[in-house]
């Protein structure tokens, strides 16, 4: 075979160490903020703790075991491809029709679910129902994610709050009821400190033994130092600390930090006052990001799929373009943000399918190339003369299918043919495949499981308690 492309240099061991180092520092000695007196009850039972007032301390032997008992259940399809997250609870998209701007409703969760199973993308659900009252939108975008849809929801790659214990337990009934997998996320407020709600939640749940992940995702220069390399310092200070804390209180359930956000540091434009995701800083948190995740074994997972742009253009593809590929030659399967645009305030069902097109040519530029005495194909060298030509040869015919990449919307058509075509754009393109993929999508749960989600939502929908939970 020939020697795969890839990058070198980025963070050495040593490097990685010293943060380490660093990291225990700051966490036996300056500590976290924990505002929940259960949770800190609880932490007063162990040796290695020190709490003074909210703020709670760890020894590095503790963190170092949270680290090492840190469990990711890593599902089976991604193994032997490459994985796409897609989406992240919008509240605005792209109209499909129309093409303007406007909030997301029911309709959009259950096209954008349908598309993104079609396409096999893992994550969240991609967008809001906001025509739906505020207690129910959550549940709704859990229940059409397990009815609609293989992976979304129902792995390791999935993100979603639940902002109440009643949302909370409403979502666990509708994972058994579906079968599918249920955990739930902390996360940390930089600098130093917890969400107190996230806490409570977490608290109440467990003895239901779930697993449970952190995350944090530290600004530079605003809520972390200014520079990418100090704020991802700032970074595993506190999700190693949420990993310690989550390791001595969920004791029923397995712990890990969230694969989606290992290692965030955010890079932040202070012109615009806007997070800059696409940006040179932030690819430079990239190619730090994915040596520190498999130095812990954390599964990689890299947000190169988000751009600052606020539609399907020459911005976002040479932002989303230039990232990936760059993340992909340093090692990375995995990426995430699918669809996203204006760093996640719209959701574009064309981005996403142009985005798949262009992960299937990073695919095709990093595929395997053997080298061997067939394809170096000397004998068909000396059996075209001069003047002749090799396009009606037999081994022509037989093989150029798997040497070249035939794309679904980055046609090699020339100017003429464009013309005959239609002379359309690659969003008219992209526009058409996302109402075709929608429309010809197949899969549902099976009807028994989706009745009984059905009988939880009804139940849900008239809940006070649930509804009383989200007057904040």
Not at 47 to 59: L, P
Not at 146 to 170: G, Q, V, W
Not at 326 to 341: M, Y
Request: aromatic share 10%; charged share 25%; proline share 4%.
């Amino acid at each position: 075979m020939i020697e795969e492309y890839k990058l070198k240099g980025g963070l050495t061991e040593e490097q990685i160490e010293l943060m380490h180092e660093k990291a225990l520092h700051l966490i036996e000695n300056e500590g976290v903020n924990v505002p929940h007196d259960g949770i800190l009850n609880i932490l007063s039972n162990y040796d290695g703790v020190k709490i003074e007032n909210r703020t709670v301390r760890f020894k590095p032997g503790l963190v170092e075991k949270a680290i090492r008992e840190a469990k990711y259940d890593v599902p089976e399809y991604p193994k032997d491809k490459w994985v796409v997250s897609a989406g992240a609870h919008q509240t605005a998209c792209y109209d499909l029709d129309s093409g303007k701007i406007r909030e997301t409703n029911s309709e959009d969760l259950l096209k954008f679910i349908k598309l993104g199973d079609a396409l096999d993308t893992v994550g969240s659900s991609p967008v809001v129902p906001l025509d739906l009252p505020i207690h129910t939108q959550m549940l709704m975008m859990y229940k059409v994610a397990y009815e609609n849809s293989r992976f979304r929801c129902n792995d390791i790659y999935e993100h979603m709050d639940k902002p109440t214990l009643e949302c909370a337990n409403y979502v666990y009934e509708m994972a058994k009821a579906a079968e599918k997998r249920y955990a739930y996320g902390i996360w940390m407020i930089s600098p130093r400190s917890f969400d107190k709600n996230g806490l409570e939640v977490a608290y109440r749940l467990l003895d239901k033994g779930v697993p449970m992940w952190v995350a944090t995702m530290p600004v530079a220069g605003v809520a972390a130092p200014i520079t990418m390399i100090g704020t991802i310092l700032q970074s595993m200070f506190e999700i190693f600390f949420g990993l310690t804390l989550i390791n001595l209180i969920n004791t029923k359930g397995n712990n890990y930090i969230s694969p989606n956000d290992a290692f965030e540091g955010d890079a932040f434009d202070m012109k615009y006052s806007t997070f800059v995701y696409g940006s040179v800083e932030y690819i430079h948190h990239t190619l730090y990001q994915i040596p520190l995740c498999k130095h812990y074994n954390i599964p990689v997972m890299c947000k190169t799929l988000l751009t600052s742009s606020k539609a399907p253009d020459a911005h976002a593809a040479a932002e989303i373009g230039t990232h990936t590929l760059i993340a992909a030659l340093a090692g990375a399967r995995a990426f995430r943000c699918g669809g996203l645009l204006s760093t996640g305030e719209l959701y574009s069902g064309e981005q996403l399918v142009i985005e798949m097109e262009m992960i299937e040519y990073i695919k095709n530029v990093l595929k395997k190339q053997e080298f061997s005495e067939d394809r170096l194909m000397v004998d068909e060298i000396a059996a075209v003369k001069a003047g002749g030509s090799f396009i009606g040869r037999k081994s022509t015919i037989e093989n150029f299918r798997k040497e070249y990449w035939q794309p679904g919307l980055f046609t090699h058509s020339n100017l003429g043919q464009w013309k005959e075509m239609g002379e359309k754009s690659l969003y008219k393109y992209a526009n058409e495949r996302t109402k075709k993929l929608i429309s010809e999508h197949k899969y549902q749960i099976d009807e028994d499981k989706k009745r009984e989600l059905d009988k939880i939502f009804e139940i849900a929908k008239n809940d006070q308690k649930l509804i009383d939970s989200f007057k904040f």
